[in-house]
């Protein structure tokens, strides 16, 4: 018995012709194909079918040995599928993570770092806040991610990639926007949102900053992300400080402007778990430097 014999029987089954079977499936002749059948029912011992004016019909024996020989069929096909798959080297995989809105310039630059050194890499992307992409590194879920520095992490490195300064951002027609820059004086009697928790190191660049130049702010309101900051500063006329590198996600409405003097700045890293030895990890941390990203 072979394979063919059970695809033949198969077909002539499902089509319920040996004729249909033979031109319609298997494109052969149907004396041929009769001949295939009484092989394999001489090699089963048993009759198979019934044949008659309006077509064929599977005998007791026939209905049994058709599901045995769907399955058959079907290990056959992932036997191969297998052996394929055993014969081609592995594919080399990479989780690589990035501070949500910092894709745009970091990961065309990494995937073809990556790709042109591993041809065929499977590069798995996670966007998130840098406190969740970091939880993920220390649970081994990511092999590297672009975040800000978080504290508390001595589990993990951390290479900086760039520094990105903070601008003051505001709606488009605010007075501010009649200035080429902005003192950090001219906001305190502004409505002013401040970064939430989940941004923890922006959040502590703005307090720091305000501290230090000695201006007490109060916020209004805390944001959590650059679309409810673009909803809060449009529809009550606030202010924020945000890394510049977000001008680019803003509407027309809204326009920013560098600080006046020192600006608040916050680095932007590559990190990864100490105990990670992957050769792929390696090659990007030594290529981070020639990436091409600049302050934005």
Not at 61 to 66: H, Y
Not at 73 to 96: I, V
Not at 204 to 230: K, M, Q, S, T, W
Not at 261 to 285: C, F, Q, R, W
Request: proline share 7%.
């Amino acid at each position: 018995m072979e394979l063919r014999h059970l695809r033949y029987f198969v077909a002539v089954a499902d089509a319920g012709s040996l004729t249909v079977a033979a031109e319609q499936k298997l494109h052969t002749s149907q004396p041929s194909l009769s001949r295939q059948i009484r092989d394999l029912e001489q090699e089963v011992g048993v009759p198979l079918i019934t044949r008659s004016a309006h077509g064929i019909e599977l005998t007791p024996a026939g209905k049994a040995f058709l599901d045995h020989a769907r399955m058959s069929l079907l290990q056959a096909e992932a036997a191969k599928e297998a052996a394929l798959r055993a014969a081609q080297p592995p594919k080399p995989t990479f989780t690589l993570g990035f501070l949500s809105g910092a894709e745009i310039d970091l990961l065309p630059e990494a995937s073809r770092v990556l790709r042109e050194a591993f041809p065929g890499i499977d590069i798995r992307l996670s966007s998130e806040y840098s406190p969740v992409l970091a939880k993920a590194l220390m649970r081994r879920k990511l092999d590297a991610a672009f975040m800000r520095p978080e504290e508390n992490m001595a589990d993990l490195a951390f290479k900086r990639v760039r520094t990105d300064p903070l601008v003051f951002v505001f709606p488009s027609d605010h007075r501010l926007a009649a200035q080429t820059s902005i003192a950090p004086q001219e906001i305190v009697n502004e409505t002013f949102y401040l970064p939430s928790k989940s941004a923890p190191a922006v959040r502590r660049v703005v307090l720091e900053y305000f501290n230090r130049v000695g201006i007490d702010i109060r916020p209004e309101h805390e944001v959590h992300n650059v679309v409810h900051a673009i909803s809060m500063i449009t529809s009550t006329r606030g202010v924020m400080l945000l890394p510049a590198y977000t001008r680019r996600y803003l509407p027309e409405t809204i326009t920013t402007r560098p600080v006046q003097g020192a600006a608040p700045t916050l680095d932007l890293v590559i990190a990864y778990h100490k105990a990670n030895n992957s050769p792929i990890l390696k090659l990007l941390l030594s290529r981070v430097d020639r990436l091409g990203l600049v302050p934005t």
